[in-house]
């Protein structure tokens, strides 16, 4: 394991489904914000939140106060639009993580294709790049993804871990196992090409260590599993256990020698 590995893997907390909450019913409560402090005095290491085109979570105003009130990284994640993009100059957040967006989805439902899309994102990743933004691109753990978001410029990579988590709920522990094979394999090509390796979607207490202790790893971002579970164990206590087993995590198992050959 090289030393950058061994470094503390990060741990992001999202809070889109506090907020989820609040505009079920309207009104202030439960706020975000409230959720992103407590989220910082239990040892999260960031904060993230999407802010949707439909707005069906967090608002333009949360996204103004958690710039000004919470001293923790933002995370803001964004669709690739003109509208996005405006929202993110002016804030000027920590980091930016670029994912797909349908309205019809209820969440996140896989990475982008950013072989397909990358004329659009390259002028994307340039401007939030020049603005001092780290920019981060949501893709599936694969070969071609990992290539293309190294050409476009991105500093990091968030491998989407809803196929493994899927097999995990499953039960289905040949298909989780390739999974997190994919996911061991694309982080090592991510690595070696220097990209900052994160991942995050579906992830639970079950499912965190093997990815935490993936070689390389550096950031998980999770969010509606916490926030579910905060509802029967305290938002505080969730996020302790769950920044206790990413550190206690072990080291992973090494690379499939039939995807070490694939190279960038």
Avoid: W
Wanted: hydrophobic share 45%.
């Amino acid at each position: 394991m090289t030393d950058d590995a061994k470094l503390n893997v990060r741990l992001g907390v999202n809070i889109d489904h506090v907020a989820t909450i609040r505009n079920a019913r309207g009104g202030d409560h439960p706020d975000p914000v409230r959720a992103a402090v407590l989220a910082a005095e239990a040892g999260a290491d960031g904060i993230t939140a999407h802010l949707r085109e439909d707005r069906r979570h967090i608002s333009d105003a949360d996204i103004e106060r958690l710039s000004a009130e919470i001293n923790l990284p933002l995370n803001l994640e964004m669709a690739a639009t003109e509208e996005m993009l405006n929202i993110a100059l002016r804030h000027k957040p920590h980091a930016v993580c670029i994912v797909p967006e349908k309205r019809q989805e209820v969440t996140t439902e896989g990475g982008l294709d950013v072989a397909a899309e990358h004329k659009v994102l390259a002028p994307i990743v340039d401007k939030l790049a020049n603005a001092g933004c780290r920019v981060s691109l949501f893709i599936d753990p694969d070969p071609v993804q990992v290539a293309v978001s190294k050409a476009l410029g991105a500093a990091v990579v968030e491998l989407h871990t809803g196929a493994y988590c899927e097999a995990h709920a499953a039960g289905q522990e040949t298909k989780k196992a390739t999974e997190l094979e994919r996911l061991i394999a694309s982080a090592a090509m991510a690595h070696q090409a220097g990209l900052e390796v994160h991942a995050g979607h579906g992830l639970c207490f079950e499912t965190v260590q093997p990815v935490a202790a993936i070689e390389g790893m550096r950031e998980l971002n999770i969010g509606h599993f916490m926030i579910g579970e905060a509802i029967f164990e305290g938002l505080e206590n969730v996020i302790r256990k769950m920044r206790g087993l990413i550190d206690a995590a072990d080291s992973s198992p090494a690379v499939p020698s039939a995807l070490k050959s694939v190279e960038l």
